[in-house]
C-alpha cells in the first residue's frame, strides 16, 4: 500500500462515519432511535437491507469461493427471492400493524412472555457470534496482507462501527449504507473491468466463460438430490427458502430495517428491490472469482494464497517438501498456460474434436495442480493445526494486492472495510434493541422516561460494541468465512422460523408446547450438526447444512402438535 492509498482508504472511511454521526445525532426518542422515526423510502430500506447481508466476508469469501469451486454457490441464493414474496405479504403487514419495535414482541402477543424470551434470547446468541466474526473476517485476512496486528484492526473497525451506530441508532445505520453500498459496488465494477483487462489481447469475455466452463467453473446448476452437497438447486429453493424467510422475516438486524419504512408498502418496494438485486449481485460477485481463477490460468498463482501459512512451512521442518511441490506447481503452471493458448486456437478453428481433446488436456492438469494444493494444505496442518489451511478468503485479495493500480487499491480496501462495518452495524443496533425491548424493559417494575430507554438503548448497543470486539479477538477462523456465518445462521434460524409459522398459521397451539418444542429443537439441531456436518472434513459432510433450516422448521411445528395434542387430550381425560 502507498501512500496515497493509505489516503483514500482513509478519507472514504472517515468520511462514511463523520456523515453518519453528523446527519442522525441527537434522536428524540426510543422510536426514533430504533425506528428511525418511520421515515424511510423504500430505496432506503432496500439498499439497507442489501448492506446488512452484505459483510466483507461476502467480498473476501465469494470470489475465493468461485476460484476453487466455481458458481454453484449462487444456488444458496435461489430461495431469496420467493422468501422476500412470502415476508411482503404476511411478515411486514403484521408487523406494521402491531406496531412493534422488535419481531418477537409479535410472540409475546401470540403466546407468552417465555417465548419471546427463547426466541430473543436465541437471536442474541447467534447475531452475537456472527458480529464478532463479522470483525474479525476482515481483520485477520487484512492483517496477514497489511502487517497489521489482528487485534488492532478488530478495535479499529469495532471503534468505527460504534461510533456511528451508538450516536444515531437505525438512521445511522441506514444512512451510512447507502454510501458503503455505493462505495462496495463501484469497487466490484472497478476489479471486474480490471481482471478483464488483464487477459491476454486475445481472450475475450466470450473466450474467458468458455476457458472458464472447460474448468467447470461454471456448473451454475445441479439438480442432484443427494443431501450431503452443500449447494445444489434444490437445497436452495429448501434449506435456502427457509434460512431467508428466517434471516429476512424474524431476524431483528433485518427486521429493523424495513420496520422504519414510511408505511407497509415502503417496506415492501424495499424487500421486493433487495430480492430482485440479490441474486444477480452475488452472481456477479462469484463471476469476479471466476474470471481471477482464468487470469491465473495465464500468470503465477502461490501454492496456497494464505501468506502466514507459506511462512510458517517455510520456516518449518518441511520447508524442503513444501518447496518441491512449489516447484511441480510452476512447471504445472506452464503446461497450464500453454494448454489455455492451444483450447483458446482451437476454439477459433471451430473442430469439435479438437476441442474436446483440449479440454480434457486442461482439465488433467487442473486435477494435478488441485491435488499438488491439497498435499501443501496437508503440508501446512502437520506444521500447526491452528493455522488456516483453507485459502478460499485469501484468493481475492492476494488478487488486489498484486494486480490493482495505486490508489484503487486503497478504495478495494475501503469496499473491505466498508462491507464490515454496514453489516457490523446493523448487528448491533439489533442487539442493542433486542436487549432494551425484549428482555430490559420488559422486566421493569415501574413506569419510566422515554429517555431512559432511549439512554438504556446507546448503553446496551455499547456493550455488544464491546462483546463483538473481545469475540473478534479471541475468535479461531473455521473453514471458508461466509460458509462459517451461514453455518451459525442455519444452527438456529429454522427454529425460530417454526415458532414464526406457527404463531403466523396455526392458531390452535398455544405457549407452552411451542416453548417446549424450541428448546428440545434447538438441542436437536445441534446435536445433528456435530454428529453429521462438523465431524467431517470440508466436503465430506453427512448432511449439507442449509438443511438445518428446514429441518429445525419442521421439527419445532411437528414437536409443538404433538405436544399441544397431548394437552388436549390429557385436559379432555381429566374433565
Same mark, same amino acid.
Given at each position: 500500500?502507498?501512500?496515497?492509498?493509505?489516503?483514500?482508504?482513509?478519507?472514504?472511511?472517515?468520511?462514511?462515519?463523520?456523515?453518519?454521526?453528523? +446527519?442522525?445525532?441527537?434522536?428524540?426518542?426510543?422510536?426514533?432511535?430504533?425506528?428511525?422515526?418511520?421515515?424511510?423510502?423504500?430505496?432506503?430500506?432496500?439498499?439497507?437491507?442489501?448492506?446488512?447481508?452484505?459483510?466483507?466476508?461476502?467480498?473476501?469469501?465469494?470470489?475465493? @469461493?468461485?476460484?476453487?469451486?466455481?458458481?454453484?454457490?449462487?444456488?444458496?441464493?435461489?430461495?431469496?427471492?420467493?422468501?422476500?414474496?412470502?415476508?411482503?405479504?404476511?411478515?411486514?403487514?403484521?408487523?406494521?400493524?402491531?406496531?412493534?419495535?422488535?419481531?418477537?414482541?409479535?410472540?409475546?402477543?401470540?403466546?407468552?412472555?417465555?417465548?419471546?424470551?427463547?426466541?430473543?434470547?436465541?437471536?442474541?446468541?447467534?447475531?452475537?457470534?456472527?458480529?464478532?466474526?463479522?470483525?474479525?473476517?476482515?481483520?485477520?485476512?487484512?492483517?496477514?496482507?497489511?502487517?497489521?496486528?489482528?487485534?488492532? =484492526?478488530?478495535?479499529?473497525?469495532?471503534?468505527?462501527?460504534?461510533?456511528?451506530?451508538?450516536?444515531?441508532?437505525?438512521?445511522?445505520?441506514?444512512?451510512?449504507?447507502? @454510501? @458503503?453500498?455505493?462505495?462496495?459496488?463501484?469497487?466490484?465494477?472497478?476489479?471486474?473491468?480490471?481482471?478483464?483487462?488483464?487477459?491476454?489481447?486475445?481472450?475475450?469475455?466470450?473466450?474467458?466463460?468458455?476457458?472458464?466452463?472447460?474448468?467447470?467453473?461454471?456448473?451454475?446448476? #445441479?439438480?442432484?438430490?443427494?443431501?450431503?452437497? +452443500?449447494?445444489?438447486?434444490?437445497?436452495?429453493?429448501?434449506?435456502? =427458502?427457509?434460512?431467508?424467510?428466517?434471516?429476512?422475516?424474524?431476524?431483528?438486524?433485518?427486521?429493523?430495517?424495513?420496520?422504519?419504512?414510511?408505511?407497509?408498502?415502503?417496506?415492501?418496494?424495499?424487500?421486493?428491490?433487495?430480492?430482485?438485486?440479490?441474486?444477480?449481485?452475488?452472481?456477479?460477485?462469484?463471476?469476479?472469482?471466476?474470471?481471477?481463477?482464468?487470469?491465473?490460468?495465464?500468470?503465477?498463482?502461490?501454492?496456497?494464497?494464505?501468506?502466514?501459512?507459506?511462512?510458517?512451512?517455510?520456516?518449518?521442518?518441511?520447508?524442503?517438501?513444501?518447496?518441491?511441490?512449489?516447484?511441480?506447481?510452476?512447471?504445472?503452471?506452464?503446461?497450464?498456460?500453454?494448454?489455455?493458448?492451444?483450447?483458446?486456437?482451437?476454439?477459433?478453428?471451430?473442430?469439435?474434436?479438437?476441442?474436446?481433446?483440449?479440454?480434457?488436456?486442461?482439465?488433467?492438469?487442473?486435477?494435478?495442480? +488441485?491435488?499438488?494444493?491439497?498435499?501443501?494444505?496437508?503440508?501446512?496442518?502437520?506444521?500447526?493445526?491452528?493455522?488456516?489451511?483453507?485459502?478460499?478468503?485469501?484468493?481475492?485479495?492476494?488478487?488486489?494486492?498484486?494486480?490493482?493500480?495505486?490508489?484503487?487499491?486503497?478504495?478495494?480496501?475501503?469496499?473491505?472495510?466498508?462491507?464490515?462495518?454496514?453489516?457490523?452495524?446493523?448487528?448491533?443496533?439489533?442487539?442493542?434493541?433486542?436487549?432494551?425491548?425484549?428482555?430490559?424493559?420488559?422486566?421493569?417494575?415501574?413506569?419510566?422516561? #422515554?429517555?431512559?430507554?432511549?439512554?438504556?438503548?446507546?448503553?446496551?448497543?455499547?456493550?455488544?460494541?464491546?462483546?463483538?470486539?473481545?469475540?473478534?479477538?479471541?475468535?479461531? =477462523?473455521?473453514?471458508?468465512?461466509?460458509?462459517?456465518?451461514?453455518?451459525?445462521?442455519?444452527?438456529?434460524?429454522?427454529?425460530?422460523?417454526?415458532?414464526?409459522?406457527?404463531?403466523?398459521?396455526?392458531?390452535?397451539?398455544?405457549?407452552?408446547?411451542?416453548?417446549?418444542?424450541?428448546?428440545?429443537?434447538?438441542?436437536?439441531?445441534?446435536?445433528?450438526?456435530?454428529?453429521?456436518?462438523? +465431524?467431517?472434513?470440508?466436503?465430506?459432510?453427512?448432511?449439507?447444512?442449509?438443511?438445518?433450516?428446514?429441518?429445525?422448521?419442521?421439527?419445532?411445528?411437528?414437536?409443538?402438535?404433538?405436544?399441544?395434542?397431548?394437552?388436549?387430550?390429557?385436559?379432555?381425560?381429566?374433565?
Amino acid at each position: 500500500m502507498e501512500v496515497i492509498d493509505w489516503i483514500v482508504l482513509a478519507s472514504t472511511l472517515l468520511f462514511i462515519v463523520g456523515y453518519g454521526y453528523w +446527519r442522525t445525532k441527537g434522536s428524540k426518542d426510543v422510536s426514533d432511535y430504533i425506528l428511525a422515526g418511520k421515515e424511510a423510502k423504500w430505496y432506503t430500506v432496500g439498499l439497507s437491507v442489501m448492506a446488512t447481508q452484505a459483510s466483507a466476508i461476502t467480498f473476501l469469501s465469494t470470489p475465493g @469461493q468461485a476460484f476453487h469451486d466455481g458458481m454453484g454457490f449462487v444456488q444458496f441464493y435461489f430461495g431469496l427471492p420467493l422468501a422476500m414474496v412470502i415476508i411482503c405479504i404476511v411478515f411486514v403487514p403484521i408487523y406494521h400493524k402491531l406496531k412493534v419495535y422488535t419481531a418477537y414482541e409479535f410472540l409475546e402477543n401470540r403466546f407468552d412472555i417465555k417465548t419471546r424470551s427463547l426466541a430473543a434470547i436465541l437471536f442474541l446468541i447467534q447475531r452475537g457470534l456472527a458480529a464478532g466474526i463479522t470483525i474479525y473476517a476482515p481483520s485477520i485476512i487484512l492483517s496477514a496482507v497489511l502487517g497489521i496486528e489482528v487485534k488492532t =484492526l478488530n478495535i479499529i473497525i469495532g471503534i468505527l462501527v460504534i461510533i456511528y451506530t451508538v450516536s444515531g441508532g437505525t438512521k445511522a445505520v441506514s444512512v451510512t449504507q447507502k @454510501q @458503503q453500498m455505493f462505495v462496495i459496488m463501484t469497487g466490484m465494477f472497478i476489479a471486474f473491468y480490471l481482471v478483464m483487462s488483464y487477459l491476454p489481447n486475445d481472450i475475450t469475455f466470450s473466450k474467458a466463460l468458455k476457458i472458464a466452463g472447460a474448468n467447470d467453473k461454471l456448473n451454475i446448476l #445441479d439438480f442432484s438430490l443427494n443431501p450431503k452437497s +452443500r449447494y445444489t438447486f434444490w437445497s436452495g429453493i429448501t434449506g435456502g =427458502l427457509f434460512l431467508a424467510l428466517a434471516y429476512f422475516g424474524t431476524d431483528q438486524s433485518q427486521v429493523q430495517r424495513y420496520l422504519s419504512g414510511k408505511s407497509v408498502r415502503e417496506s415492501q418496494l424495499g424487500l421486493i428491490f433487495n430480492g430482485l438485486l440479490k441474486v444477480p449481485m452475488q452472481f456477479f460477485i462469484l463471476l469476479v472469482g471466476v474470471m481471477v481463477f482464468v487470469f491465473y490460468q495465464y500468470n503465477h498463482s502461490p501454492l496456497n494464497f494464505n501468506p502466514v501459512a507459506v511462512e510458517a512451512v517455510e520456516q518449518s521442518v518441511y520447508a524442503d517438501e513444501y518447496h518441491e511441490l512449489e516447484r511441480e506447481h510452476k512447471a504445472l503452471e506452464k503446461d497450464k498456460k500453454m494448454a489455455q493458448e492451444h483450447f483458446s486456437a482451437v476454439l477459433d478453428v471451430k473442430d469439435y474434436h479438437l476441442i474436446v481433446s483440449a479440454k480434457k488436456q486442461i482439465q488433467e492438469i487442473n486435477k494435478k495442480e +488441485r491435488e499438488s494444493r491439497e498435499e501443501a494444505r496437508a503440508l501446512i496442518q502437520k506444521v500447526d493445526k491452528d493455522l488456516e489451511t483453507n485459502d478460499k478468503d485469501y484468493v481475492f485479495i492476494h488478487f488486489i494486492l498484486n494486480n490493482i493500480p495505486t490508489g484503487l487499491m486503497g478504495l478495494l480496501f475501503a469496499v473491505i472495510f466498508s462491507a464490515a462495518m454496514s453489516s457490523t452495524a446493523s448487528e448491533l443496533n439489533a442487539l442493542g434493541t433486542i436487549t432494551t425491548i425484549d428482555l430490559f424493559r420488559r422486566r421493569q417494575k415501574k413506569e419510566r422516561a #422515554d429517555k431512559y430507554y432511549l439512554s438504556a438503548s446507546r448503553w446496551f448497543t455499547l456493550a455488544w460494541g464491546i462483546i463483538a470486539i473481545l469475540f473478534a479477538n479471541f475468535a479461531s =477462523l473455521l473453514d471458508n468465512l461466509i460458509q462459517l456465518v451461514n453455518i451459525i445462521g442455519s444452527i438456529f434460524y429454522g427454529n425460530v422460523l417454526g415458532i414464526f409459522l406457527i404463531a403466523f398459521f396455526i392458531k390452535f397451539i398455544r405457549g407452552n408446547a411451542v416453548f417446549i418444542s424450541a428448546i428440545i429443537t434447538q438441542i436437536a439441531v445441534i446435536l445433528i450438526y456435530y454428529f453429521a456436518i462438523h +465431524r467431517y472434513a470440508p466436503g465430506q459432510e453427512k448432511l449439507g447444512y442449509l438443511w438445518l433450516n428446514f429441518i429445525g422448521c419442521a421439527m419445532v411445528i411437528a414437536i409443538a402438535i404433538i405436544f399441544e395434542a397431548i394437552n388436549r387430550t390429557t385436559n379432555v381425560i381429566k374433565k
